[in-house]
């Protein structure tokens, strides 16, 4: 469960808009006429409610924003230290002030001038107090600008930190930066950290969250630490510093053996002593990172002396690589055990436990004699014991059998049948035979046929047919599974790299990708494969076909226009040429379109293309008596 919520802060707007909201609202809240016969009591009335009603939306405003932010003397040291680190304390509390400030200095000048307008004898008079008041309002607001500006900046920045309970279950990450620290808080929970082989990628707080003996756990990811003194140290670093001060937890202390990171071994055990003191109190773990890259033992023998003396410290040394998951479960097992050990430890120190403890009773029955009395089991279940125990091996189930033939297996559901005679499991057996149910027909000299047929079979046995058939075969195919075992596995190391690449990114579905060619026969030659005078093959075809498609459409060749119009499409014929089949046809059609306007304009009427203009003022809306207040169109 969260300890703060600064999610919830209300926004915080700049003084410019603060003004507007609150003027507006007070226009839009309150009364807007004044009329000739109001008495002078009702005038100051009206102006008084307006600075009062100003006031009032002032003061909420303000008071909302000095409760939602925290106090750093009120909220936990963790959180405290942290808001100093990032915002500046001083810089924090000097713009709250101004607030609570602007606040008070409001309600004064609302007091003192609703004070005034009590006198105000004329309605001029009261209304300039009021604006007057207003204006002072306003200018007080005004003067707030940076300070709501800077508050403003601090609760995106608040709404954007991790949560993180400082009394929960964590582990926190340490050391170096780039030694892997992020990586192992990827595997381990399901967080989601940016990892760059470059120094600094983290630059604030990470937290993930994990399960482990169905207890929720917190792993804090803090930024690389570099070896100086304290005032030396800048924003991003003093994070992991107030994480260790601060959060009960068990500190994994990250080293990296390789010296990938950029730092020597010598380095990181020189941090390792310099923030020693953070560590007090708290369970302890060195993980030494990227053992796949170099080992403890692969060191020399100054190196190896440093985790020697490390180990005999008390503190557990645990080799782990992040690339192949070796001993990250360990590291992860090791440290929350001796997390719980720590908290059972100091809760039974402390003073609350007594009053637990007085509660609770626990018997424990006394000898009453030094006579041996082991446990009974009864006869009867000895026997259905031993009853249940089998001799025989484990029957291997399908599964198994896949797993010890790999490519040689085939399902066979067959062999299961229970038959009489059990040899004729493999057997196939044809239902239709030419068109006819073979259950229908018996041949009478089956039995004739069949003697006849073996007779032959072990003839060509005999001849060696079977035999050197079966030769060729199973060295093609021995040479087809090598190929085959050989693409899978360079399937596999693909696979891995594409893993190590870590792409954030969208991806292409394989379809949209383009493989080209050559490449492809090359990797294929590689592998064993003969890849000379494929032209004809399957993938050459598609790529061709796919090119044909992107390609574009050439136009096909036309007649010159005969139109001057430069616009007309020169692939196209014009419209009224367009369905003629010669020059004989085209003249009749114009003959025919002339006879059809032929009527239309010895009458001289309106065609369908005439422009229509449409009665502007039609008499059943204007004809009539107007009535009063007909004018006003509002």
């Not at 009032?56 to 942290?82: G, S, V």
């Not at 630490?225 to 800048?234: A, C, Q, S, T, V």
Request: hydrophobic share 35%.
């Amino acid at each position: 469960m969260a300890l703060y919520n600064f999610k919830k802060i209300m926004v915080v707007p700049t003084a410019k808009d603060f003004i507007d909201l609150t003027l507006s609202k007070t226009q839009r809240k309150t009364p807007t006429v004044v009329h000739k016969h109001y008495q002078i009591h009702r005038i100051r009335h009206f102006y008084m409610r307006k600075v009062k009603f100003t006031q009032q939306n002032y003061h909420d405003r303000l008071t909302q924003i000095l409760t939602d932010f925290p106090k750093l003397d009120d909220i936990h040291p963790f959180y405290a230290d942290l808001m100093n680190v990032l915002y500046d304390k001083d810089h924090y509390k000097l713009a709250l002030g101004q607030i609570n400030i602007a606040k008070n200095l409001i309600d004064n000048v609302a007091k003192d001038y609703v004070r005034l307008m009590k006198y105000g004898d004329s309605l001029y008079r009261c209304k300039q107090l009021k604006r007057a008041a207003l204006g002072r309002m306003c200018t007080i607001l005004k003067r707030q600008k940076q300070s709501l500006e800077y508050l403003e900046q601090v609760r995106q920045h608040l709404s954007r930190l991790p949560t993180i309970d400082p009394n929960t279950r964590t582990l926190l990450l340490c050391g170096y930066p780039n030694v892997g620290k992020s990586s192992f808080i990827n595997k381990v929970t399901r967080a989601d950290v940016e990892v760059q082989p470059y120094a600094f990628t983290t630059k604030s707080l990470f937290v993930g969250h994990m399960d482990y003996k169905y207890l929720r756990w917190q792993v804090v990811d803090t930024p690389g630490i570099l070896d100086h003194p304290l005032e030396e140290r800048n924003t991003i670093e003093m994070q992991a510093i107030t994480a260790l001060a601060h959060l009960r937890a068990a500190v994994l202390y990250v080293m990296d053996p390789s010296e990938q990171c950029g730092h020597t071994l010598s380095q990181q055990l020189e941090l390792f002593n310099n923030i020693r003191p953070l560590f007090a109190n708290k369970p302890l773990i060195v993980v030494a990172n990227k053992c796949d890259v170099k080992k403890i033992s692969e060191l020399s023998e100054e190196s190896q002396k440093i985790f020697a003396d490390i180990v005999a410290e008390g503190i557990p040394v645990i080799e782990t690589s992040t690339l192949t998951e070796e001993g990250v479960m360990q590291v992860k097992t090791e440290a929350c055990d001796r997390l719980l050990a720590h908290r059972v430890d100091t809760k039974m120190k402390g003073k609350k436990v007594h009053d637990v403890l007085n509660r609770l009773h626990l018997a424990m029955p006394t000898k009453r004699d030094s006579k041996e009395r082991p446990p009974f089991i009864p006869e009867g279940a000895v026997i259905h014991r031993k009853a249940m125990e089998i001799d025989a091996p484990k029957r291997k189930l399908e599964r198994d059998l896949e797993m010890e033939l790999g490519d040689d297996y085939t399902l066979d559901l067959q062999k299961y049948w229970d038959l009489m005679n059990a040899e004729e499991k493999s057997d196939k057996i044809p239902e239709i035979w030419e068109g006819h149910n073979i259950a229908d027909f018996i041949d009478p000299e089956i039995m004739k046929r069949l003697s006849q047929l073996e007779k032959e079979e072990e003839l060509r046995e005999k001849a060696g047919e079977y035999d050197s058939d079966e030769e060729s075969e199973d060295e093609e195919m021995q040479e087809i599974r090598k190929l085959a075992s050989q693409i899978r596995e360079k399937r596999k190391l693909k696979i891995l790299e594409s893993k190590e690449k870590d792409v954030h990114g969208s991806r292409l579905p394989r379809t949209a990708k383009k493989v080209d060619r050559s490449r492809l026969e090359k990797e294929m030659e590689d592998l064993g494969l003969d890849m000379t005078d494929k032209d004809d093959s399957h993938y050459v075809q598609q790529a061709q076909r796919s090119r044909s498609l992107v390609r574009k459409r050439k136009r096909e060749a036309s007649a010159p226009p005969t139109s001057r119009t430069r616009s007309q499409s020169a692939s196209r014929p014009p419209r009224d040429q367009s369905g003629i089949r010669d020059a004989k046809m085209m003249k009749k059609a114009k003959v025919m379109m002339k006879n059809s306007q032929k009527g239309m304009n010895r009458q001289g009427k309106k065609g369908e293309s005439d422009r229509h203009v449409f009665d502007l003022k039609p008499k059943h809306l204007f004809a009539g008596k107007r009535k009063s207040g007909s004018t006003s169109r509002r």
